[in-house]
């Protein structure tokens, strides 16, 4: 099927289904932010679609998983797929995957972070928004999802505490102070920024649960 639509005409589809699952499943605070994250799903898609010459990561484990929410209603996103871009878009974390075999043409490169907000700029004639920087909305109330529980670990040493993957990498580092914290965090699947142990103050929670988002190793809920 080819679509007879700009894919920017996607821009303007509207899912309140989905606004109402995001609600009601605590993935975002009000209709406001479900739409705002609706609009950069959109917006992502429409990008990935515009230049297949590269791949585009996608940033934001928030709005990924605002797209994977509107893939659950298989129906409409197929519909949605369909009408603007005339075939199915995969949910991936970026574009699509590089083909192999004889189908295989010359290698694509990822773009850069940079190069990511700069054709967004251009695409969509204003700057990357900032909710693609998840760890800028880490709050007390915040609900924070940990997807790896029994990976990672806390361990002390050279008057530090750090957080290790299963190989014993050290993946973050930071003062003895948020031990209880960091040994909370690698236990608990979810939580709210406000709950974390130890001598911590708000202040302090939302520096080392940023950084933690920021690295991808949490994610933001609501």
Not at 65 to 74: A, G, I, P
Not at 168 to 182: F, I, K, T
Request: hydrophobic share 40%.
């Amino acid at each position: 099927m080819t679509s007879s639509r700009s894919p920017f005409e996607s821009l303007s589809f509207e899912a309140p289904y989905l606004i109402e699952k995001l609600l009601k499943e605590h993935i975002v605070d009000s209709d406001e932010e479900g739409q705002a994250l609706f609009r950069e799903v959109k917006r992502f898609i429409v990008m990935v679609r515009a230049d297949d010459t590269v791949l585009w990561d996608m940033h934001s484990l928030r709005i990924d998983e605002v797209w994977h929410q509107f893939v659950l209603f298989t129906a409409e996103y197929i519909e949605f797929s369909l009408r603007y871009f005339g075939v199915y878009i995969q949910h991936s974390p970026s574009n699509a995957p590089e083909p192999v075999g004889e189908d295989a043409g010359p290698p694509r490169r990822t773009a850069t972070f940079a190069e990511f907000e700069q054709r967004y700029a251009e695409l969509f004639g204003e700057p990357l928004p900032g909710l693609w920087y998840d760890e800028t909305h880490v709050k007390p109330h915040r609900r924070i999802l940990n997807d790896h529980v029994g990976s990672i670990v806390q361990a002390d040493a050279d008057g530090l505490s750090h957080l290790c993957n299963a190989d014993g990498e050290v993946l973050l580092s930071v003062n003895r102070l948020a031990r209880d914290a960091m040994r909370f965090i690698c236990a608990t699947p979810a939580f709210y920024v406000r709950e974390l142990p130890g001598d911590l103050d708000d202040e302090e929670k939302v520096a080392l649960v940023g950084a933690l988002v920021e690295y991808k190793l949490l994610r933001v809920g609501s």
